[in-house]
């Protein structure tokens, strides 16, 4: 319209030129030429600005259009192909004669080639030398497979770009020309991290199937809505199929196919527990059930599984799970259980056994055995470098400390022993290393403190374990004894009081008896001094006045001895101090009695200690002929313990002989004394040496000192 209206003007100034020329310009002709050539200067004016207007919208269109062709995250280019009958001589493997030429390629297209706009121009045909040489043959093959047939082009393959591999792929779709050529459009995919992706996915892929297969467990894909599924080679191997069989069986058995497989008594079961996992009751699905094997036996499978994805509706849809056969440790179970109802049966033989031989026990005695049947033992085992290896659960109900208190800080068990037994701890931890290999140690009785603060009572036993020359490390059985403890001190206490009685009542009755008895021949005796014959009465009364008064020295004496009422008013050091003395008086052996204490103890462990000290004396008396007695009385305050050492000088004897025969019964029962009171004795004598004993006692917390 714009060289139709210039046209027109044209002409109009030519007229109106002729109107000049001819001199007549102000005719009417002229006149409207010239109005004419105005309006349309008027409408020519108005179409070059919307000319303007058009052009600038056409640059801002372009722009528009390159901003997308150019940023898009893939490349785009098109491509002409030449006619079918100009491709001779001319190869898609190379760009020396190809049998195309690039046309257009965006920014991201040379961005992926890593090429310049400017190489591209330079060399359209550069996408055949960069395509790598194992897959120049199929870029070749496909391309003229499309070219020929006119249909998409789509190819993956790689290119090398500055001596890097990279993974593309190509998509374009033909447009064919009036001159035979071919356009391709189409877009490149950089595909490299995507392949980097697939190939370590692959690769788990393939170390998880080694691994499953390696634990033989067999992995399962199953469709809950269609029955489908798919199985490994595990799965299938694990009742005696093959891949094969097994999918023939699901077409022939359907959605509930595995119901005609499994126990009839575990269907119930497994269906229950899939619809709880199918309800979100259970987060997982996980059964132990018997299967048919090809072979018509049953077979244990533990079944796993986890719906992981649903339908738009809220029902299960696909669920992934694991199949492993379990027959082995069924079998194995059954073969424990078989076991351990062969063993309870022995323990039952064995218990009836024991408790026919105990049945003659004492009360306290039957106690302490119930007691401690059923007592679980803290046992432990401490390696070489002093780690606790294992340590049995029941040490919290010994101890108060939890096992991960000791197999954190495995000094605890040093810790909490008493202060007034370390010495005997640290003394047999000292001796252990001189044990042979797996000999057990001599049982050790001490005290420990609990978490909460209370003190009990343990026995432990240990062993060095020495397996084939190696040092495994030291095995300990603790148990805690306070009640046996407790049992034996009640018992000791009654079998004290009991005798305690009876030697008061004969104390008694000797010195009310025998006293009054002996004063009357007293006076018989003087009734004598009546008679005629007088010598004969001096003798008769001289002699019985001697007689008597030995009789009633002796009776006191007696009683004095067998009492407790001296030892409860003078106390264990002045008592012996006055038994001794009054020995000494006799002059026919020398008693030298040393003590560092004058004070009182409680009245258990000074009766004892009473007991221990006039049955040694007795004992020497008796049958060692000696001349000389050393008594040695200590008492260590800061460890709280007393060490009493008593010797002679006679004739001494056999102590291994004498008490294998169980003809010392003297010294058994001091013996007994000091094993009630937890203290420990050393007896030395053999014919011609005399006798040398050692004991130690430890003084109780609950038995306070009592002052004078």
């Known amino acids: 319209m714009k060289n139709d209206l210039k046209t027109t003007a044209e002409n109009l100034c030519q007229k109106i030129e002729e109107s000049l020329n001819s001199g007549d ?92 706009r400017k190489a591209f121009i330079k060399n359209p045909f550069i996408i ?38 990279i993974w593309v792929r190509l998509e374009s779709m033909p447009r064919l020309l009036e001159n035979g050529d071919i356009l391709w459009t189409g877009i490149l995919y950089d595909m490299t991290d995507r392949k980097k992706t697939e190939d370590a996915l692959n690769e788990m ?22 029955g489908k599924a798919k199985f490994n080679d595990i799965w299938a191997k694990n009742l005696g199929y093959t891949q094969s069989e097994i999918k023939f069986g699901q077409r022939i058995w359907g959605k509930n196919g595995w119901k005609m497989i499994t126990h009839p008594k575990d269907v119930v079961f497994a269906q229950k527990m899939l619809e709880k996992h199918f309800s979100g009751e259970l987060p997982h699905y996980a059964v132990e059930v018997r299967m048919r094997h090809k072979k018509g036996h049953w077979v244990w499978i533990r079944q796993e599984g986890k719906v992981k994805t649903w339908t738009s509706d809220g029902k299960p849809l696909l669920m992934y799970g694991t199949h492993t056969n379990i027959s082995q440790r069924k079998e194995a179970e059954v073969a424990l259980n078989k076991l351990n109802e062969e063993l309870e049966k022995r323990v039952a033989i064995r218990t009836a056994e ?128 306070t009640d046996k403890i407790n049992a034996e001190n009640e018992l000791f206490n009654v079998t004290l009081a009991v005798e305690e009685r009876e030697r008061n009542r004969f104390s008694s009755e000797l ?13 018989y005796f003087q009734w004598l001094s009546d008679t005629d014959d007088i010598e004969k009465k001096k003798l008769i009364t001289e002699k019985g006045n001697q007689c008597i008064e030995a009789a009633i020295q ?74 000389a007695v050393e008594i040695s009385f200590n008492y260590d305050q800061k460890k709280n313990k007393i060490n009493f050492y008593y010797s002679d000088n006679g004739v001494g004897f056999d102590s291994d002989k004498t008490m294998q025969s169980y003809k010392g019964l003297g010294i058994m029962n001091i013996q007994q ?32 000192i009592i002052l004078n």
């Open 354 to 481: 024991l408790l026919k031989l105990n049945s003659e026990l004492k009360l306290t005695e039957q106690k302490f055995r119930t007691i401690s049947d059923f007592t679980h033992d803290w046992e432990y085992w401490r390696s070489p470098e002093n780690k606790i290896i294992y340590m049995s659960p029941s040490v919290e109900e010994i101890t108060g400390y939890s096992m991960y208190d000791f197999e954190k800080s495995p000094g605890l068990i040093d810790r909490i022993v008493y202060k007034n037994d370390l010495e005997i701890w640290e003394t047999h931890k000292r001796n252990r290393g001189f044990l042979s290999p797996n000999e057990n140690s001599k049982e050790l009785i001490f005290r420990i403190v609990k978490k909460n603060g209370d003190l009990i009572w343990v026995g432990h036993v240990s062993r060095n374990i020495i397996v084939d020359g190696k040092d495994l490390g030291i095995r300990v059985s603790n148990r805690d004894i």
């Open 554 to 627: 002796t009776a006191r004496e007696l009683a004095r001895g067998l009492s407790s009422q001296l030892l409860d008013k003078l106390g264990f050091i002045n008592a012996i101090q006055d038994f001794t003395q009054r020995i000494n008086d006799t002059s026919k052996i020398r008693i030298n009695f040393k003590t560092n204490t004058n004070k009182r103890f409680n009245k258990f462990l000074e009766i004892a200690l009473y007991r221990i000290t006039t049955e040694l004396l007795k004992n020497t008396l008796t049958y060692a002929e000696a001349s």
């Open 25 to 116: 310009l102000y005719n009417s002709t002229s006149r409207q030429l010239i109005r004419d050539l105005l309006a349309h200067q008027s409408v020519l004016e108005s179409q070059n600005t919307q000319l303007i207007q058009s052009e600038k919208e056409l640059i801002r269109d372009r722009e528009y259009y390159n901003d997308i062709f150019n940023n898009q995250p893939s490349g785009l280019y098109r491509i002409r192909v030449f006619s079918i009958d100009k491709w001779e001589g001319k190869s898609w493997t190379s760009s020396d004669k190809p049998p195309y030429e690039m046309e257009i390629a965006s920014d991201r297209f040379c961005e992926i080639l890593g090429i310049t």
């Open 511 to 523: 010195h009310d008896g025998m006293g009054p008895l002996l004063s009357t021949i007293k006076l």
């Open 673 to 704: 004394r000091v094993q009630i009171l937890k203290g420990k004795i050393n007896i030395e004598s053999s014919p011609g040496e005399g006798l040398k004993t050692f004991i130690q006692f430890p003084v109780e917390e609950s038995n306070d």
């Open 128 to 165: 055949s030398d960069l395509v790598y040489n194992d897959d120049k043959e199929s870029f070749a093959e496909i391309n003229i497979k499309s070219n020929k047939n006119l249909i998409p082009f789509r190819w993956e393959g790689r290119l090398l770009v500055h001596s890097d591999i």
């Open 205 to 226: 892929r393939s170390r998880l199937e080694e691994v499953l297969e390696g634990a033989n467990v067999g992995t399962l894909e199953w469709n809950i809505q269609t």
